[in-house]
Nanobody
């Protein structure tokens, strides 16, 4: 049973930073495609960043480019999202997602490409 556990969310003022972590449990025989998604009340969950299994390729939604960095440590089965210069519009529940199919469509910001999801961690940015 694969389990994804996010941590690192919190409340910060605009301009501040947070680092989210996502630990993957229960799957050790290959590295999955990983992604971070954000959801706010009344809106669909949207892709924020994604990283390939080896960590050599990344993708970001336009609104976070040059502010967020996705990375991974495969030895620790953990993916990170470093968020700098946070803005109020970054507020939301952040979900970690993994895909173990080995699909070539990675990195990807489409939620339909991921099968395993974490429970989410809340990020709140005040102005």
């Amino acid at each position: 049973q694969v389990r994804l556990v996010e941590s690192g969310g919190g409340s910060v003022e605009a301009g501040g930073s947070l680092r989210l972590s996502c630990a993957v449990f229960g799957y050790t025989w290959s590295n999955p495609c990983m992604g971070w998604f954000r959801q706010t009340p009344g809106k669909e969950r949207a892709g924020v960043a994604s990283i390939s299994p080896g960590g050599t390729s990344t993708a970001y939604t336009d609104s976070v480019k040059d502010r967020f960095t996705i990375s991974r440590d495969n030895a620790k089965n953990t993916v990170y999202l470093q968020m700098n210069n946070l803005k109020p519009e970054d507020t939301g529940m952040y979900y970690c997602a993994a895909d173990f199919s080995g699909s070539s469509y990675c990195p990807t910001l489409s939620g339909a490409d991921f099968r395993s999801w974490g429970q989410g961690t809340q990020v709140s940015v005040s102005s």
